[in-house]
């Protein structure tokens, strides 16, 4: 019997990582088919094991979720940019902030955010014409990075700063794109990768300060949240202001807080908008579907937050577009004991991987796995597969916080445009993927604007 999972050869140093930064989608779905549930290789000096069989990713974020954390990986960088934010914190730091950060995730609080994310969405249809061609997912960025700073800092971006902002995603996005010589190369060392990763990191800041400094006294101020219920404004800033107010917050903790929902809190919903329009243009008869579907329910008005209830199919659509395309496409784990998963010894201290790309495409879980089938979601035929063959927001008590508050989003954007126009590919070929710390197109989404 054997102690040490399967997996494949590295090299001396690098490990797999050479294999992995070529393209991690094709290596993590290959190793997947090839070695099964638990796999081992190295990424660089991190033994890495893979997880593919839906119960043992359960146990790990969820039945034994006491027994892992957040790991610490060769660099500093994703620190620099996320400090002790909800996504990277651990322990009592992170309880507290997630505690304090839920109002603002209410789902009372979500479900009056319709208005907010319609309006946002028919202002960037203004700027559209038909026969125009339009990079998608530029604009899917734009639009939801007004809406997550109006919706959680009860402010609203200039068009300087939305452009600051995606003007410097790029060089955020090059610094944790997979690269076997990254653990040699310390964050602080002067190259000019990490020189233009750290500027773009200040300028994101000095937005977050004006953001701050405008907000700073109104607090308690209602009028300032677009989705008030109550005597005092619920918005995520608001309330940091004021568990600051109470000492209970540092300027840091503030400023980490606000880095990370403006940049987590609007690129999955970005990339998931952007994925489905490509598939929707690729599939025809999914988007007559959710065409049928719109008028029926809307009338040919935009959809509102009552509406979504009711466009069951258009659902399906999102959810079959996060199995192919899940924006975030993997998830680690560090053990802090020695556990043991598929019958395997998984160290502590070493690095546990969870891949939704691998499980969501596995033949294992789905029938035709690469074939984009919305019906797949159909409460009969999704019962038939394990709860963890399918989980784009993670799970467990950390599960994605803004969960509710993206698929509003990107069911209202969706419905939105596909009540007035279609978009239809502009390339004769399909995209290629980069991964990052999210999974993005290699190349601007070029898309034909048409009237339906």
Request: glycine share 8%.
């Amino acid at each position: 019997m054997r102690t040490q999972p399967p997996g494949p050869a590295g090299v001396p140093l690098f490990g797999n990582s050479r294999q992995y930064a070529r393209d991690p989608f094709t290596f993590l779905t290959t190793v997947a088919d090839a070695y099964g549930d638990v796999t081992r290789f190295d990424l660089g000096p991190v033994e890495t094991h893979l997880l593919t069989n839906p119960a043992d990713i359960e146990r790990v974020l969820v039945t034994d979720d006491a027994k892992y954390r957040k790991p610490d990986f060769q660099d500093d960088a994703i620190g620099t940019l996320l400090g002790d934010g909800l996504l990277l914190s651990e322990g009592d730091t992170w309880r507290k902030q997630r505690q304090l950060a839920q109002p603002a995730f209410g789902p009372n609080r979500i479900a009056k955010m319709g208005e907010l994310i319609t309006r946002h969405a028919e202002s960037m249809l203004d700027d559209w014409n038909p026969g125009d061609l339009t990079d998608v997912h530029l604009e899917m960025a734009r639009v939801t990075v007004r809406i997550i700073v109006e919706a959680m800092f009860g402010s609203q971006l200039t068009d300087e700063q939305t452009r600051t902002i995606q003007e410097n995603l790029e060089p955020l996005g090059r610094r944790f794109e997979p690269s076997p010589a990254r653990f040699l190369i310390p964050d602080w060392l002067p190259t000019r990768e990490n020189r233009q990763y750290h500027e773009s990191v200040r300028t994101l800041e000095g937005i977050i300060d004006d953001i701050v400094e405008e907000r700073r006294g109104t607090e308690y101020d209602p009028s300032v949240d677009p989705a008030a219920d109550g005597d005092d404004p619920m918005d995520l800033l608001s309330v940091l202001l004021r568990a600051k107010g109470r000492g209970e917050q540092t300027d840091k903790q503030l400023r980490d807080e606000m880095m990370t929902m403006l940049l987590a809190g609007h690129d999955t919903t970005a990339l998931t908008l952007t994925y489905t329009w490509y598939l929707l243009s690729e599939h025809p008869e999914v988007e007559s579907r959710v065409h049928a579907e719109l008028d029926e329910v809307c009338g040919g008005d935009p959809p509102t937050a009552a509406d979504v209830r009711d466009l069951d199919y258009l659902e399906r659509v999102i959810q079959e577009s996060m199995r192919l395309y899940p924006p975030v496409y993997v998830l680690f784990r560090e053990p802090k004991v020695d556990v043991r998963l598929g019958g395997y010894r998984i160290p502590r201290g070493s690095a546990v991987m969870l891949s939704q790309f691998a499980v969501h495409r596995s033949g294992r879980w789905y029938d035709e796995p690469e074939t984009f089938d919305p019906d797949r979601w159909l409460p009969a035929r999704r019962a038939e597969r394990p709860r963890f063959s399918y989980f784009p927001f993670g799970g467990g008590p950390r599960h994605c916080i803004g969960k509710h508050l993206s698929m509003l989003e990107a069911k209202l954007i969706l419905g939105t445009v596909a009540s007035e126009y279609e978009l239809d590919y502009a390339r004769d070929r399909p995209f290629d993927l980069r991964g990052s710390l999210t999974m993005h197109p290699e190349e601007p989404m070029a898309m034909r604007v048409h009237s339906r």
